[in-house]
């Protein structure tokens, strides 16, 4: 699963895709609602055995969870799927339960 932030710069998809390719397509699902977005044509680049996808997202929402699909923009064959989950926590300090934790006091 990937992480992103409900942001519209530039972030990053790294995949290891099924076949390499110059430029793809990216199917964005939200699972909530079921509704897709598609990003064509996006240029991509090639880095140890991954592919490299820069994207400017518009529809992020936060807390939710989306699934993906990288197509061959020329051959429409899918290459990767994935799910991404979007939230507004420092990614390097993620951690799903936050907030949720209530410390207890003692009662011994």
């Known amino acids: 699963m990937k992480i992103l932030l409900p942001s519209t710069s530039s972030q ?12 793809v397509d990216v199917v964005l699902t939200n699972e909530d609602n079921n509704v897709s977005t598609t990003f064509s044509n996006i240029a991509i680049s090639t880095n140890a055995g991954y592919l490299d996808i820069y994207i400017s997202f518009t529809n992020l929402e936060n807390d939710t969870f989306y699934s993906f699909k990288v197509l061959d ?3 429409k064959d899918i290459i ?8 507004d926590q420092d990614i390097n300090k993620f951690t799903i339960n936050n907030g949720q934790f209530i410390e207890r006091g003692k009662d011994n």
């Open 12 to 23: 990053l998809l790294k995949v290891i895709p099924r076949e390499y390719s110059t430029a």
């Open 73 to 75: 923009y020329t051959t």
């Open 80 to 87: 990767h799927r994935g799910r991404i989950f979007v939230t």
